[in-house]
Structures are given as structure tokens and as C-alpha cells.
């Protein structure tokens, strides 16, 4: 990769306007903190005190029960914000401001994972203190083994979701499409090819990078193996999308 190709500052600056300029690109970020930490305490408020394991067998990843939702706004959120390029000539328009395609690739990425790195983190720390304000007596603490790994890690997943999602959108230039086929990707896959492939499902992306909100681990991915696992996922999908923004007519 040539200097030439590198992303600068006006060309990132451009892409956060884009960005904020969007309301479905907006709306699906901000759901990415609402999905999350709204769900998970509602569900610790209707039943956080009744037992230990009321949200999950494993406590800690139970703390972070909305992320099972929050990942599809983080995948609305990738999808979007990439597909806005390929509607009614914008990709023409921004290669005429900016004709190195890796260039604008690269600061798309850029802004996308900034904004999704910012938005996870604060998510995963609101998460886990709101639902666990109303655990009672079964609460975890920051201070318990395992949790500000998951708080850290909970925000690295949502983000890598993102990532993935607008790696495939640059692939198949349609985000009502990535979002059909990633989402139910998500939630059904995992547990179907787990069960006829002998454990298969824990290489998929979700179930890979939830191992980071566990407790202790299952299987044989650690925490930071799994999320590696997901982030290799996001890498191929950001790959595959580069290069066919490269090779394909505007």
C-alpha cells in the first residue's frame, strides 16, 4: 500500500459528515446503545432478583443478555452506512472527490470502526452497571474476575459486527441484502450448525466473540481467541469488500 492510498484527515472528516448526515445510519448507531443496554435492564429489572443464574447459567455474560440484540443494530449500522454509496451514483460522486479508491475505502472503514469502537465501549460499561444496579444481591462488580475483560470485549464485538457488515455491503453493494442474510446469520446459524457438526457453530462469528463476555469459557476458543476468530471474520468480509470496490465500475 502506497502513502498515496492512506486515508488523511479532510478525506476522514468528509466520511463523518456523510455519516451524520444519514438518519438511518444515525438511528441504527444510537441503536446500538438502546438495543443493548435498555434490554438487558429491563430483563435484570423483571427477573435480576429472583435467583443467581436468572439471566444466564454463565452469570457475566448474562450481564450483557441485550448484546444478543445490539449486534443487529451493530449490523444495520455496518450495512448502512456503506450502502449509502452505491445509491443513485454517490460511489461516482465521492471517486470524483476522492479517485484512489483504497483511499476512500480505507476512511470509510476508518470512521465506521471509530464510531462503532466509541459507541461499543460506553455501551458495554452502561450495560453492565445499569443491569447490575438491578441484580440485588446477585449483582457482579468491576471489581469481580473476568468483568472489565467483558466490558472491554463486549464493545471490540459490537464492533467488529459493525465491520463485518460493511465489508460484505461493499461486497454485494446492497444493504437490505447484508442485513437479510447476516442477521438471521447471527441468531439461527450458530445453534443449527452446532448441533450437526459437532460443535462447528463456536467458530461463528457471534458465538466466537461472545466468549470474551463469558465467565469461563466453553469449548476451544479463550476469550481473546474467539474474539480473534470474529475479528478474522470482519477481516475477510473488509477484504472481499476492498477488493471489489477496486475491480468493479462505479
Known sequence: ??????????VLRSEWIKIRSARSVVISLAAVFVATAGITALT????????????????LLGAFFGVNFGQVAAVAFGATAFAGEFREGALRVSLTAVPNRTRLYLSKVLTVAGLAFV???ITGLVTFLGGQALMGEYA??????????????SGIYLT????????????????TLVMGLLIPLLLIVPFVVGQVAGGAGE???D?????VMRMEAEGSLGPWSGLGVTALWALAALA???FALRRRAA
Not at 500500500?1 to 479532510?10: D, F, G, K, N, Q
Not at 429489572?45 to 447459567?57: H, K, L, N, Q, Y
Not at 467488529?160 to 444493504?175: D, E, F, K, Q
Open 240 to 242: 472481499a469488500g476492498w
Open 207 to 211: 458465538r466466537a466473540g461472545q466468549v
Open 203 to 205: 467458530f461463528m462469528p
Open 1 to 10: 500500500m502506497t502513502a498515496a492510498a492512506l486515508p488523511t484527515l479532510p
Open 160 to 175: 467488529l459486527i459493525a465491520l463485518l457488515a460493511a465489508g460484505l455491503t461493499a461486497l454485494v453493494r446492497s444493504g
Open 140 to 153: 457482579l462488580t468491576l471489581e469481580d474476575p473476568g468483568t472489565l475483560r467483558a466490558v472491554f470485549g
Open 44 to 59: 435484570a429489572a423483571a427477573v435480576g432478583t429472583s435467583e443467581p443464574d436468572a439471566m444466564g447459567a454463565d452469570r
Open 119 to 121: 459507541v461499543g465501549q
